[in-house]
């Protein structure tokens, strides 16, 4: 199985490139995170949140992958927790 950059596809790569680094968008991330960390929101409400508000696609045009998203979220959710 052919991999891109570490990830399963290249959408995959993308989800997280630019959750990762395109600052407004790992802004509203990380504010649906801590919102699941503070017990105002489930993990899942907060993916669901993230995807709505971001546009249909990447801005490379690639498809969000929703389970990419939910790792990220996750990860971020268990280091907020770990050093809250």
Same mark, same amino acid.
Request: with cysteine; glycine share 0%; aromatic share 4%.
């Given at each position: 199985m052919q991999t891109y950059n570490g990830y399963e596809s290249y959408d995959h790569w993308n989800t997280a490139l630019w959750l990762n680094n395109d600052e407004p968008m790992?802004? *509203?991330?990380m504010n /649906?995170? /801590?919102k699941a960390v503070y017990m105002k929101q489930t993990l899942q409400e907060?993916?669901?949140?993230? *995807? *709505?508000a971001l546009?249909?696609?990447t801005?490379?045009?690639?498809e969000w992958k929703t389970d990419t998203l939910y790792d990220l979220v996750l990860e971020n959710y268990n280091e907020m927790v770990q050093y809250s």
């Open positions: 790992y802004n *509203l991330m /649906e995170v /801590e907060a993916c669901t949140n993230i *995807l *709505l546009p249909n696609k801005p490379d045009d690639a």
